[in-house]
C-alpha cells in the first residue's frame, strides 16, 4: 500500500495539531499566579460595633384625661354653648320626635291631609308613613316644620357653623310622586 504524497501532508497536519491541541496552552501559568494570589492575600474580617443599648420608653399619659372621652367632650360642648352669642339655639331639653332620628335626605314627602284649619304632611322613613304638622321637629339638624303646602314642607335647621356658633338654615321636603 502506497500513500501518496498529498495524503502524507495531509496526515503529517492533522498529526500536529492533534499534538497541539495536548498541551497545556498557558493555564499552568494562571494556575500558579492564582496559588500566589491565595497566599498573599489576607482574610479581613470587620470587627462588629458594640449594640446599642436599649432604653425603655415610659408612657406617662396613661394617668392622664382621656381626649375622647364622652364626659369630656359634652362638658367642651356645654361650655361652647354657654359662652355662644349667637340668638340661635336647640332647646335640647324637649323630648324628641320620632321622625329627628332620621336624616333629612332619607324622608319623603308622600302626601297631605286636610283637616278645618290645619294641614298635614304624609312623610315615610323606612316603609313607615308619619303624620305631621307646622312645629313638629324632623331629622337630625333640629329641623323643625315651619309651613306645609300641597306640594311642599319648609322647615329651618338650626346647626352649628365652623366657629361652633348656631346658625338658622331653611330646607325643604317635595312631593314624590310616583311615575308609572
Not at 320626635?97 to 332620621?102: G, K, N, Q, R
Not at 291631609?113 to 303624620?131: C, F, I, M
Amino acid at each position: 500500500m502506497m500513500i501518496s504524497r498529498n495524503e502524507r501532508i495531509v496526515m503529517t497536519i492533522a498529526l500536529l495539531s492533534g499534538l497541539a491541541g495536548c498541551g497545556d496552552g498557558g493555564i499552568q501559568e494562571l494556575r500558579q499566579w492564582m496559588d500566589e494570589t491565595k497566599r498573599q492575600t489576607k482574610v479581613a474580617i470587620p470587627k462588629l460595633s458594640e449594640p446599642k443599648k436599649f432604653i425603655p420608653f415610659i408612657y406617662d399619659g396613661k394617668n392622664a384625661v382621656d381626649p375622647y372621652n364622652p364626659g369630656k367632650l359634652a362638658v367642651a360642648f356645654a361650655k361652647l354653648q354657654s359662652s355662644s352669642s349667637s340668638a340661635f339655639k336647640p332647646d335640647l331639653d324637649r323630648r324628641r320626635e320620632p321622625l329627628e332620628s332620621y336624616p333629612l335626605d332619607t324622608l319623603k314627602m308622600v302626601g297631605t291631609l286636610e283637616k278645618p284649619g290645619l294641614s298635614y304632611a304624609l312623610l315615610q322613613a323606612d316603609k313607615t308613613v308619619y303624620q305631621v304638622k307646622a312645629g313638629n321637629y324632623i331629622g337630625q339638624n333640629f329641623g323643625m316644620i315651619t309651613k306645609v303646602t300641597d306640594t311642599e314642607v319648609e322647615l329651618k335647621e338650626i346647626v352649628q357653623d365652623a366657629s361652633g356658633d348656631w346658625v338658622e338654615r331653611k330646607a325643604k321636603l317635595e312631593l314624590q310622586e310616583n311615575k308609572k
